[in-house]
């Protein structure tokens, strides 16, 4: 089972719009929402479910806006808040930003996509672009030849409209890796992993097929051709394009893509990462007077390649004032309102070694507030390069009018949640 009705709330618990679906629920029941979740806010108890008698809330807040589902039935929660999620992104694409005022400003639209989005509380259509076909922004302004509802919606292809033409055709592969990692102040890494997605950017004619082959060590397992390097995904998570069935039976990632940009996949890798750009650093505090820093960061990834964009956030004391920097590349600033030295590196080459020094200067009473240590952060990223090492050993496009096509691919790795905690 799945939600009864949805509401749109504001900051302050009023229904800015509401969809009946079932009319099983008491529609006067939101009323008890607000006071419900204060109360638990209150207890630090905040949980993503609440219930009032028989009737279940479930909640999303995304800017100042409150979208709630409600249930008097054991309903599929997953599915739920995987259909709240949704219905932020379609707003969002829509509407550009989704707050309370663009709420009120697209009463019209927003009634048509609920009604489209979602039938008798089971979602529906939730493709933006199939959805942009036949709701538009001016919605007294249709023609009655375009209120025909597009095949998509009726197709077994929902996700990709028919008659589709390129001049060149082409397809444009991104395998973009995020690195989490979290180093303690002795340098021993505590936690680390990879968090992947292979995003497709299609412009292809007709209604192609496209087969796509990884480096999956469960492929090569299955086919016996267990040599060179090979990757063990988890929590592979799909477009509803690709055919599961097959996947599952034979390790092909067999789909028909919907055009334009799309995540056809995302993945992650529990693996220990050798941390790509390691920060060795040195914080002395001279109590009344000053603080010198000295860091050293030192790529630790292959020669060949080259980080860009590299930045070095180094926490220093609310209290400080004064600063002086000294790097040996790059540029360091202070930004006071978030009590950071944020080190610069336009391009940093693999197996480089680089050194910043800063000294800060401290008032002579001191703050009596006991502060945190919070840890050095480092953001990047790598071009033409991956941490799992997963490649894209093949992209097979078929099409019934046989015109040739060229996929393109684009490897990247960038820092994700990337920590490393200090002494001081």
Known sequence: ??????????????????????GDVDMSEIDHFLTLLMQQEEEGLLCPVISHGSVHFMWIKHSNLYLVATTNKNSNASLVYAFLYKLVEVFTEYFKELEEESIQDNFVVVYELLDELMDFGFPQTTDSKILQEYITQQGNKLEVAKTKVPTTVTNAVSWRSEGIKYKKNEVFIDVIESINVLVNANGSVMSSDIVGSIKLKTMLSGMPELRLGLNDRVLFALTGRDKGKTVTMEDVKFHQCVRLSRFESDRTISFIPPDGESELMSYRINT????????????????HSRVEIMVKAKGQFKKQSVANNVEVRVPVPSDADSPKFKTSTGHAKYVPEKNLVVWTIKSFPGGKEFLMRAHFGLPSVEN????GKPPITVKFEIPYFTVSGIQVRYMKIIEKSGYQALPWVRYITQSGDYQLRTNT
């Open 1 to 22: 089972m799945s939600a009864s009705a949805v509401f749109v709330l504001d900051l302050k618990g009023k229904v800015l719009i509401c969809r009946n679906y079932k």
């Open 272 to 287: 220990h990462v050798k941390p790509l750009i390691w920060i060795e650093s040195v914080i002395e505090k001279f109590s």
């Open 368 to 371: 009596d507030e006991m502060e």
